[in-house]
């Protein structure tokens, strides 16, 4: 059995650490929780709060990582709680109040760079080089309504697309979707030999004792299908797989007034919604390129060229 070093932290087999992992190059800090197993098993790295205002997974591993003990473990266990305390406090969609960076696109990140590089630097550099698998804990942000999905690394060779593909699987929700991203987190970790996935559980901001409960049991189950717990996965309802998401981006600032709801299906030519200006003339319609299913809409009145309007499975 070996010991579990992350930044400062030095955690012996069979014990349990809480406290705060310095960011790189800066004053901030991320609550962390280190469990070293007493027995030997893979190494599984569990981030929440990405993102601002997605609560779900943020509360799910607070809980998870006052429950879970060493004597429990095989293997060893790194929950961030939230990783992003910054925009966590702020309540930010997306970006960082302290450089206007979204964490979820600063991947692997940089040693010297804004905070929220040097913030992904920390993950990459000190958990993803010794990880064996990692879940990202996401949900619909503050202004994203959206139905339960789950994203993995689908570009990331075969090995490792369908090792996170079947975890994936046991986190009971209804779309497993491929992803081809590469600056994200568990695209980076994915790219580092690391397979992991995406999941989006909960949204507009809201957070309920039924998704902090599903999350919470999904995570468990992920855990027992590495062998870091004991025991088999409860079954889960079967997932529809679908091969990629097609993000739609706004292409002009006004006022967006979707036509479609989380879960719906569509077809391709089908109305997504439509930009107006503040005299309510129509500046842009959006229509689906494909048949789908629509994973999230944006329910903001709001919205600025470039961001994200839409996106189908
Ligand atoms: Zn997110």
């Known amino acids: 059995m070996e010991k579990f070093c992350v930044g400062k932290f030095t955690v012996e087999p069979g014990d349990k650490l809480q406290g705060l992992l310095e960011v790189v190059n800066s004053d901030l800090t991320m609550p962390v929780t280190l469990i070293n197993g007493t027995r030997q098993g893979k190494t599984v790295v569990i981030a929440s709060g990405v993102h601002g205002g997605e609560y779900p997974g943020v509360e799910a591993a607070i809980r998870l990582a006052r429950e879970l003990e060493p004597a429990q473990v095989a293997g060893r266990i790194a929950l ?11 309540k930010a969609q997306y970006i960082s109040p302290l ?7 600063s991947f692997p990140g ?11 630097y920390t993950i990459s ?40 593909r079947a975890a994936a ?56 299908s590495l062998g870091v717990l004991d025991g088999e996965p409860e079954s889960v309802p079967t997932p529809e797989f679908l091969p990629r998401m ?36 129509k500046l842009g319609e959006y229509f689906a390129s494909q048949d789908g299913v629509v994973l999230y809409v944006i329910s903001s009145l709001a919205i600025m060229e470039g961001e994200p309007i839409v996106a189908l499975g």
């Open 246 to 281: 097609l993000g739609l981006n706004a292409e002009q600032n006004g006022c967006w007034y979707p036509c479609v709801i989380p879960g719906q299906h569509v077809k391709q030519g089908d109305k997504l919604g439509e930009i107006r200006d503040y005299f309510g003339q």
């Open 125 to 164: 550099s000190q958990l993803f080089t010794q990880a064996d698998f990692f879940m990202d804990l996401h949900s619909g942000d503050i202004h994203e309504g959206l139905i339960q999905f789950v994203l993995y690394p689908a570009g990331a060779g075969e090995d490792i697309a369908e090792a996170s």
């Open 80 to 90: 961030l709680h939230p990783v992003n305390v910054a925009a966590f406090q702020a």
């Open 169 to 224: 699987a046991l986190l009971g929700v209804p779309y497993v979707v491929g992803s081809y991203s590469a600056n994200g987190t568990f695209g980076c970790a994915a790219s580092m030999g690391v397979p992991g996935f995406l999941g989006e559980i909960g949204n507009l901001g809201l957070w309920s004792e039924e998704e902090v409960t599903k999350y919470m049991s999904g995570i468990r189950n992920v855990l027992k």
């Open 99 to 105: 450089d206007g960076k979204n964490l979820n696109r």
């Open 110 to 120: 940089k040693a010297c760079g804004t905070t929220t590089e040097r913030i992904a």
